[in-house]
């Protein structure tokens, strides 16, 4: 006799348990580097402050503290040591070795996609022994994606500790904020799809600070120091084929504003004093074979008035 049975498929799983575990120690690397993603960016809070944003983040690295408004030279100090910093921004060195500080040194804190910070340990690569930062700005894609930023604070929400004993002695206040603002927009998308993409953003910050027991030359109104912040990036991206990309940004930055006079001087003594600098460069990546080839020009021009 014969019996024809039909099978029907049963049930089908699977399923793959990956472990893994962080070694202690890393046995293959002597250096002590930080990794800053844009998502890392984005949530540990900071004062959006250039690259002293980047430096707070990392182990051993002491700039300057972060919360305050800072237009001023970044310190590159790592465990103790001032100087011998190589600081590149999309490869473009923006330091000299050996100085210490380098007014030049701000980048658009919210234009930055990613950034890598060498403290100690650093390979045959690095020019110099001291603190080594690159940082790799943002570049736009088939969508387009925009944002906004802005903060804000005043006199009305800092507190000070000037109490009647002080007062009887003359001392009214300290270095009150008058106003401190930060804003930012920006937008990358494509031009061509899938060949030729763009990115920009503009960002500005202002800070107004009254000086200690200063005026103007009536003795009534307070003395103000005003200065400001402000950059304009640009990158764009332009894939000619499979195996040749071109690669071009800008990034330009003007501060410094007008400070004031002190207790000991006349309002007639204050400085306007601004600073600017505009990096740049031209990239092409290229790939042979197996092979990947990277070759660029790029300038830093920093001009102090």
């Excluded at 234009?111 to 110099?128: H, K, L, R, W």
């Amino acid at each position: 006799a014969k019996v024809d049975i039909v099978m029907q498929l049963g049930t089908l799983s699977e399923s793959v348990t990956v472990t893994g575990e962080a070694p202690v120690v890393d046995v293959t690397s002597t250096t002590t580097r930080t990794q800053l993603t844009r998502e890392t960016l984005e949530l540990i809070p900071t004062g959006r402050n250039s690259i002293v944003g980047l430096m707070i983040q990392a182990p051993g690295a002491r700039p300057q503290l972060d919360w305050s408004f800072v237009t001023g030279n970044p310190f590159f100090k790592v465990f103790g040591e001032l100087g011998e910093q190589w600081v590149a921004l999309e490869g473009v060195v923006t330091s000299g070795p050996k100085t210490g500080t380098q007014g030049g040194n701000h980048y658009d804190y919210a234009a930055i996609e990613e950034s890598t910070v060498s403290t100690v340990g650093n390979t045959a690569e690095a020019p110099t022994k001291g603190l080594q930062i690159n940082v790799i700005l943002k570049s736009g894609g088939d969508q387009f994606h925009g944002s906004g930023f802005f903060s804000g604070t005043g006199h009305r929400l800092e507190f000070d500790n000037v109490d009647d004993a002080l007062r009887a002695r003359g001392v009214t206040g300290g270095n009150p904020v008058k106003s401190r603002w930060d804003a930012s927009g920006e937008l990358g998308g494509r031009l061509i799809p899938s060949k030729l993409w763009f990115y920009y953003s503009t960002r500005r910050r202002e800070e107004k600070v009254q000086q200690f027991n200063a005026f103007h030359d009536d003795r009534v109104t307070p003395s103000v120091s005003d200065v400001f912040q402000y950059f304009h990036t640009a990158k764009l991206s332009y894939q000619m084929n499979p195996t040749n990309k071109f690669i071009g940004f800008v990034q330009y930055v003007r501060q410094g504003g007008e400070g004031t006079n002190n207790q000991f001087s006349s309002y007639d003594s204050r400085v306007y004093s601004p600073t600017q600098a505009t990096t740049s460069k031209i990239e092409w990546q290229g790939v042979r074979g197996d092979k990947f080839f990277s070759l660029q020009t790029g300038a830093w021009i920093w001009n102090v008035t």
